[in-house]
């Protein structure tokens, strides 16, 4: 995790079949000046990765000899289907020398592999995806589950391998029986790395377990019974991780977030960052933050646009945390900023560019904060660089992702603080519940709550660990606290009422010992309006408390002064990926926290948007200005983006350091309009308009009194 001011780094994401038939040199050509402006500014690391085939085939196929034909077997790949190892290896260095030409030193070269054994989609005519294995052929026991959304068999890296005679470059007899993946795949990396010169493998979707792109993990919707049994998941991914890195310590090793939350990778997916972060292998951690193709295509909105920026704070700050424990160079961190698909029929840039550049903005802004410090995503991870068409981005689209990236970083170098609620993440309470009752549902999914609270005004853009305090916030969104969090006015305890006994004792409050069965529950303060709730304890007397949410007749947001406790919504099928209204039912729930967010809040305080049009709000003060970013991003049920909307934020006194109006200045996505200002005594009232589709981004810069 990078402070203000530290170096950025920049990937770009390509498919290797687009630079068709040997020799390659005008098509490197044309790709390296045409990228160029994306690698030349970057401050850290920057490079290109490759994709070579999806699956991991590249590397376990690899037998040692340079004239081995690649073992390509997709129609994408024809131009490469007879090519060798070494007319791979050849490619990479022209591809390293392209850019040297131009002036950019040490672009690192590299692959991704995905840990699925095929990929075949649709499945009956594998038009889309046709990605076959001989490896997964030869190794079917290596792949025994079926769980994720992709269209293949998920990776198991537990299970040992069967014997087989096959001449790999790092083991010429073949394996012997009960060999791990781990060391196999670390010893062929090695080899190949070395052989082709390659300076990175990045471990992609299927290598942090089968949890994929829902809260569905190797064992259902919940995690096993025995502890041990979950825990042999995250054991697995440090041990394959560490002998990647120790196979080939100069080079650099990436993962992949599974689209959804830590709490959920964690918790249902069995794989902890913090833990395999903390054993010191891991180079580079990469948020799938695809908040377009998810919110705009996929119809997927859980893991749309507020979601990603939730589920990046969230891993941002169980990986900075397991950084302390670090003896050498720190994990870094990467936001994922797509453009478009290279294999799929979505296109973020061109059909919704506003929404990719609010993504741009707030993504590089998430800050995790610990004591007086913030630190920021390290770096950029753009992909793709061409769609299934065989187009190279555009001019105008790098010269776009160029500025953007350089006005959002020249603002990073001197951010100063994070304004508005933070999110605090609590590993120990959610290790103990995964330890002492894995299987039960304490509402700790607090990503997802974050989530929904950004779309109705909630300008949560920070982060913090349990533990770490949170002087500078006004209001924290605790996840199931085991104890109180120092330093905040208001803290919202989110979590099962019995899981949170400090609170609750704080409140003078009891729950009723029966557990009540997940379901729908009418909204109290709503006619004909329902939520689902997952399991849950209602609690007794709350006479002495201020009510300010219920549902089927039991009270659901209590408290009294700065301590206040929620027990949110669940998804009603968490195993689906798609986000029907029945999910959760109504958002009410959700309304009612971000107006007590409003209400505790005095320095940043966001009018609750109306029900139909939710906006997302999150704000800074960097270069001594206060920046305001607006999204209009929802689709469906949620809201609809294709209208404009406008939205009311009051600043409270000491934040822009003047009595004077100030300086304004508004850019949208669309015509930009400056908001309308009115300023009373040391409050300074702002209607910011939001433009469809797109964003708004208002800084205001104190004046010096005449």
């Given at each position: 995790?990078?402070?203000?001011?530290?170096?950025?780094?920049?990937?770009?994401?390509?498919?290797?079949?687009?630079?068709?038939?040997?020799?390659?040199?005008?098509?490197?050509?044309?790709?390296?000046?045409?990228?160029?402006?994306?690698?030349?500014?970057?401050?850290?690391?920057?490079?290109?990765?490759?994709?070579?085939?999806?699956?991991?085939?590249?590397?376990?196929?690899w037998t040692g000899s340079g004239d081995q034909p690649l073992p390509f077997r997709s129609r994408r790949y024809a131009h490469w289907h007879d090519r060798t190892?070494?007319?791979?290896?050849?490619?990479?260095?022209?591809?390293?020398?392209?850019?040297?030409?131009?002036?950019?030193?040490?672009?690192?070269?590299?692959?991704?592999?995905?840990?699925?054994?095929?990929?075949?989609?649709?499945?009956?005519?594998?038009?889309?995806?046709?990605?076959?294995?001989?490896?997964?052929?030869?190794?079917?026991?290596?792949?025994?589950?079926?769980?994720?959304?992709?269209?293949?068999?998920?990776?198991?890296?537990?299970?040992?391998?069967?014997?087989?005679?096959?001449?790999?470059?790092?083991?010429?007899?073949?394996?012997?029986?009960?060999?791990?993946?781990?060391?196999?795949?670390?010893?062929?990396?090695?080899?190949?790395?070395?052989?082709?010169?390659?300076?990175?493998?990045?471990?992609?979707?299927?290598?942090?377990?089968?949890?994929?792109?829902?809260?569905?993990?190797?064992?259902?919707?919940?995690?096993?019974?025995?502890?041990?049994?979950?825990?042999?998941?995250?054991?697995?991914?440090?041990?394959?991780?560490?002998?990647?890195?120790?196979?080939?310590?100069?080079?650099?090793?990436?993962?992949?977030?599974?689209?959804?939350?830590?709490?959920?990778?964690?918790?249902?997916?069995?794989?902890?960052?913090?833990?395999?972060?903390?054993?010191?292998?891991?180079?580079?951690?990469?948020?799938?933050?695809?908040?377009?193709?998810?919110?705009?295509?996929?119809?997927?909105?859980?893991?749309?646009?507020?979601?990603?920026?939730?589920?990046?704070?969230?891993?941002?700050?169980?990986?900075?945390?397991?950084?302390?424990?670090?003896?050498?160079?720190?994990?870094?961190?990467?936001?994922?900023?797509?453009?478009?698909?290279?294999?799929?029929?979505?296109?973020?840039?061109?059909?919704?560019?506003?929404?990719?550049?609010?993504?741009?903005?707030?993504?590089?802004?998430?800050?995790?904060?610990?004591?007086?410090?913030?630190?920021?995503?390290?770096?950029?991870?753009?992909?793709?660089?061409?769609?299934?068409?065989?187009?190279?981005?555009?001019?105008?689209?790098?010269?776009?992702?160029?500025?953007?990236?350089?006005?959002?970083?020249?603002?990073?170098?001197?951010?100063?603080?994070?304004?508005?609620?933070?999110?605090?993440?609590?590993?120990?309470?959610?290790?103990?519940?995964?330890?002492?009752?894995?299987?039960?549902?304490?509402?700790?999914?607090?990503?997802?709550?974050?989530?929904?609270?950004?779309?109705?005004?909630?300008?949560?853009?920070?982060?913090?660990?349990?533990?770490?305090?949170?002087?500078?916030?006004?209001?924290?969104?605790?996840?199931?606290?085991?104890?109180?969090?120092?330093?905040?006015?208001?803290?919202?305890?989110?979590?099962?009422?019995?899981?949170?006994?400090?609170?609750?004792?704080?409140?003078?409050?009891?729950?009723?010992?029966?557990?009540?069965?997940?379901?729908?529950?009418?909204?109290?303060?709503?006619?004909?309006?329902?939520?689902?709730?997952?399991?849950?304890?209602?609690?007794?007397?709350?006479?002495?408390?201020?009510?300010?949410?219920?549902?089927?007749?039991?009270?659901?947001?209590?408290?009294?002064?700065?301590?206040?406790?929620?027990?949110?919504?669940?998804?009603?099928?968490?195993?689906?990926?798609?986000?029907?209204?029945?999910?959760?039912?109504?958002?009410?729930?959700?309304?009612?926290?971000?107006?007590?967010?409003?209400?505790?809040?005095?320095?940043?305080?966001?009018?609750?948007?109306?029900?139909?049009?939710?906006?997302?709000?999150?704000?800074?003060?960097?270069?001594?200005?206060?920046?305001?970013?607006?999204?209009?991003?929802?689709?469906?049920?949620?809201?609809?983006?294709?209208?404009?909307?406008?939205?009311?934020?009051?600043?409270?006194?000491?934040?822009?350091?003047?009595?004077?109006?100030?300086?304004?200045?508004?850019?949208?996505?669309?015509?930009?309009?400056?908001?309308?200002?009115?300023?009373?005594?040391?409050?300074?009232?702002?209607?910011?308009?939001?433009?469809?589709?797109?964003?708004?981004?208002?800084?205001?810069?104190?004046?010096?009194?005449?």
């Amino acid at each position: 995790m990078a402070l203000p001011g530290a170096p950025r780094d920049r990937w770009i994401e390509i498919d290797l079949d687009w630079f068709g038939n040997a020799p390659w040199g005008e098509a490197i050509d044309l790709f390296a000046e045409r990228c160029s402006p994306l690698l030349s500014g970057a401050s850290g690391d920057r490079g290109v990765i490759l994709n070579a085939g999806w699956l991991a085939d590249i590397v376990t196929e690899w037998t040692g000899s340079g004239d081995q034909p690649l073992p390509f077997r997709s129609r994408r790949y024809a131009h490469w289907h007879d090519r060798t190892y070494r007319d791979f290896a050849v490619f990479v260095r022209e591809l390293r020398a392209a850019f040297v030409r131009r002036g950019i030193d040490g672009v690192r070269v590299g692959i991704f592999i995905a840990g699925l054994g095929h990929v075949l989609w649709p499945r009956d005519t594998a038009t889309l995806y046709d990605l076959r294995s001989a490896w997964s052929e030869r190794h079917p026991e290596l792949y025994p589950l079926d769980v994720s959304l992709l269209p293949g068999p998920d990776l198991d890296p537990r299970v040992p391998l069967a014997a087989d005679d096959y001449p790999y470059a790092s083991h010429p007899s073949g394996v012997a029986a009960g060999m791990s993946f781990a060391e196999l795949l670390a010893a062929q990396w090695a080899s190949l790395a070395e052989f082709c010169d390659l300076d990175v493998i990045h471990l992609r979707d299927g290598f942090w377990g089968p949890l994929l792109y829902s809260r569905k993990g190797p064992y259902g919707t919940r995690a096993h019974a025995d502890p041990a049994e979950n825990e042999s998941w995250t054991t697995a991914v440090i041990d394959l991780v560490r002998q990647i890195k120790q196979a080939r310590p100069s080079a650099i090793v990436m993962a992949y977030s599974s689209a959804v939350s830590h709490t959920a990778e964690h918790r249902v997916g069995c794989v902890d960052l913090h833990a395999v972060v903390a054993d010191g292998h891991l180079d580079v951690w990469i948020d799938q933050t695809w908040g377009g193709a998810w919110q705009d295509w996929w119809d997927q909105q859980w893991k749309g646009w507020s979601f990603q920026l939730a589920n990046l704070l969230g891993h941002a700050a169980q990986l900075h945390d397991a950084n302390t424990a670090r003896a050498g160079r720190p994990c870094r961190h990467y936001t994922l900023i797509e453009t478009w698909d290279g294999w799929e029929p979505w296109d973020t840039i061109h059909r919704t560019p506003g929404k990719l550049e609010w993504a741009i903005w707030a993504f590089h802004h998430a800050a995790v904060a610990r004591g007086n410090s913030l630190h920021v995503p390290d770096g950029t991870y753009i992909s793709w660089m061409t769609n299934p068409v065989g187009e190279l981005l555009p001019d105008a689209d790098v010269t776009f992702l160029a500025s953007t990236l350089k006005d959002v970083e020249e603002s990073v170098e001197h951010l100063e603080s994070v304004l508005g609620p933070r999110m605090i993440v609590d590993h120990a309470a959610v290790q103990q519940v995964h330890r002492e009752a894995p299987q039960s549902n304490v509402s700790e999914w607090i990503e997802d709550h974050v989530g929904m609270l950004l779309k109705w005004g909630a300008p949560v853009l920070s982060a913090s660990m349990a533990g770490d305090g949170a002087d500078e916030a006004e209001v924290v969104i605790h996840q199931i606290p085991t104890k109180r969090c120092q330093g905040a006015a208001t803290e919202i305890a989110v979590g099962r009422f019995d899981a949170m006994p400090g609170v609750l004792h704080d409140l003078a409050v009891t729950v009723d010992p029966e557990l009540r069965p997940d379901g729908y529950q009418l909204d109290s303060s709503t006619p004909a309006e329902s939520i689902h709730l997952p399991e849950h304890h209602a609690l007794t007397d709350t006479t002495h408390l201020d009510v300010r949410y219920s549902a089927g007749g039991a009270p659901l947001l209590v408290g009294v002064n700065g301590v206040w406790m929620w027990q949110p919504p669940d998804l009603h099928d968490p195993a689906n990926a798609l986000f029907p209204r029945n999910q959760y039912g109504s958002v009410e729930p959700y309304r009612a926290v971000a107006t007590l967010i409003a209400e505790r809040s005095s320095h940043l305080r966001v009018s609750v948007p109306p029900t139909h049009a939710p906006v997302t709000v999150g704000a800074w003060r960097s270069g001594g200005a206060v920046h305001i970013l607006v999204g209009n991003l929802d689709t469906g049920w949620i809201g609809d983006s294709r209208w404009p909307r406008s939205v009311e934020i009051e600043l409270g006194q000491g934040v822009l350091d003047s009595r004077t109006p100030p300086r304004i200045e508004a850019h949208s996505s669309a015509e930009s309009l400056l908001p309308d200002l009115r300023v009373e005594g040391e409050r300074t009232t702002l209607t910011i308009h939001v433009p469809s589709s797109g964003m708004t981004h208002v800084t205001l810069t104190p004046q010096e009194t005449s």
